[in-house]
């Protein structure tokens, strides 16, 4: 068994690639082999609109652009389990996550009625989102309404309702005094670390467990 964690932030030391690194753990700890890609390391574009994806006669369905992508979606297919994370900017995912996620989810899905998805096998998948919100502001603001689009798509594709895990209220650096950051408390973004992302770090580790279980 193996799971693959695709790391959609910048920050390889960051909240999402620590989180991500606790779902590995937790796969670990089944006997799973874990393997952690940092997007960000690679040479990639979004979808071209080519739609040689959409051919008659292809053998597989997949994304036909030769890039740094192109190894890693022959792993992710390998694989069996999947657990994305991405930092939330400007109320979505981000864009190198968006782009990641056209070319794997679009090539899979050809335009049948009868056929939804053509993905050669059931992948049970998790998602992790980091924000600078609090849990108040994300519900307030309709954030879930935002990602669902994409939640619904993997769904579709991959067979399986993903997990998902919010990690709200996040330390985005270290020294606020150092930044423009005036509406916020360093203060109480330290508490509120120190009390809750310890409990987010442990429903990423067991999400590890069940994703591979």
Do not use: W
């Not at 442990?202 to 069940?210: H, L, Q, S, V």
Request: charged share 25%; hydrophobic share 35%.
């Amino acid at each position: 068994m193996k799971l693959i964690a695709i790391n959609g932030s910048p920050r390889k030391k960051g909240n999402t690639a620590t989180l991500l690194g606790k779902v590995l753990e937790g796969a670990a700890s089944c006997g799973a082999e874990t393997e952690l890609i940092h997007l960000y390391e690679h040479q990639y574009k979004g979808c071209i609109s080519c739609f040689g994806c959409k051919r008659k006669g292809l053998d597989e369905r997949k994304c036909l652009i030769k890039d740094e992508l192109a190894p890693i979606y022959e792993k992710i297919r390998e694989a069996d389990a999947l657990v994305l994370g991405s930092p939330i900017y400007f109320m979505n995912i981000n864009s190198g996550m968006a782009a990641f996620l056209e070319r794997l989810l679009y090539p899979n899905m050809i335009y049948s009625r009868e056929i939804p998805t053509v993905f050669p096998k059931v992948m049970p998948t998790g998602l992790i989102y980091t924000m600078n919100m609090k849990k108040e502001q994300m519900e307030q603001f309709g954030l879930q309404n935002n990602l669902q689009s994409y939640q619904n798509y993997i769904k579709t594709v991959l067979k399986k309702e993903p997990e998902v895990l919010y990690s709200c209220n996040t330390v985005q650096f270290s020294g606020y005094d150092k930044y423009e950051s005036s509406m916020f408390s360093e203060e109480e973004k330290l508490n509120y670390r120190k009390e809750q992302f310890p409990v987010d770090c442990n429903y990423a580790f067991e999400m590890g467990k069940k994703l591979i279980q």
